[in-house]
T-cell receptor, first 115, second 115 residues
Framework: KAGVTQTPRYLIKTRGQQVTLSCSPISGHRSVSWYQQTPGQGLQFLFEYFSETQRNKGNFPGRFSGRQFSNSRSEMNVSTLELGDSALYLC??????????????FGPGTRLTVL | DQQVKQNSPSLSVQEGRISILNCDYT??????FLWYKKYPAEGPTFLISISSIKDKNEDGRFTVFLNKSAKHLSLHIVPSQPGDSAVYFCAASADSGAGSYQLTFGKGTKLSVIP
């Protein structure tokens, strides 16, 4: 069974630009969560999508948005990039998002560098 | 406000000895706890979890202990092996009220197992 895939793996952008990251969950998984990992803050929850609906959202500004398609693939968009957005963005999928029964499986991440 | 804290950024242990990784939390609403292991250039992988109704869960060489009164959990690895060298993240989950569970992560502890 293929794991969670994220594209692209590496990305370099400049301040003010926007970026779209993609995540393909494990087949059959309907929940996709996004996390930002930085050295100073660790792993922080961005949002979770289930059946094309945003079900949960972390404490990030509105520049961070996402969506999920009918095939459960998800995209994350960051507009008006800032230097502080440089991070590893991780996507995780699970069957239903109920952590106690279905642990999340993480992708390898997309390394975003903002210059 | 960091709700999940891993106060030791790094830990070195001799091969064959016990590794003990610690994690403290502040939110009494957390009801499920997980440990993830992360190698460089890979996403975190699930290691072991424990429900708040238990105080111990064991899986092979890995045991997680939960002390709810102290809001403390620990991961024991016995015996430690060089392949265990990685960054270990503690995570906690609480029902967000929308049928979705949001993971809150600590900043990680880098474990080095010395041959």
């Amino acid at each position: 069974k293929a794991g969670v895939t994220q594209t692209p793996r590496y990305l370099i952008k400049t301040r003010g630009q926007q970026v779209t990251l993609s995540c393909s969950p494990i087949s059959g998984h309907r929940s996709v969560s996004w996390y930002q990992q930085t050295p100073g803050q660790g792993l922080q929850f961005l949002f979770e999508y289930f059946s094309e609906t945003q079900r949960n959202k972390g404490n990030f500004p509105g520049r961070f948005s996402g969506r999920q398609f009918s095939n459960s693939r998800s995209e994350m968009n960051v507009s008006t990039l800032e230097l502080g957005d440089s991070a590893l963005y991780l996507c995780a999928s699970s069957l239903s998002g109920i952590v106690s029964y279905n642990e999340q499986f993480f992708g390898p991440g997309t390394r975003l560098t903002v210059l | 406000d960091q709700q999940v804290k891993q106060n030791s950024p790094s830990l070195s242990v001799q091969e064959g000895r016990i590794s003990i990784l610690n994690c403290d939390y502040t939110n009494s609403m957390f009801d499920y706890f997980l440990w993830y292991k992360k190698y460089p250039a890979e996403g975190p992988t699930f290691l072991i979890s424990i429900s708040s109704i238990k105080d111990k869960n064991e899986d092979g060489r890995f045991t997680v202990f939960l002390n709810k009164s102290a809001k403390h959990l620990s991961l024991h690895i016995v015996p430690s092996q060089p392949g265990d060298s990685a960054v270990y993240f503690c995570a906690a989950s609480a029902d967000s009220g929308a049928g979705s569970y949001q993971l809150t992560f600590g900043k990680g502890t880098k474990l080095s197992v010395i041959p």
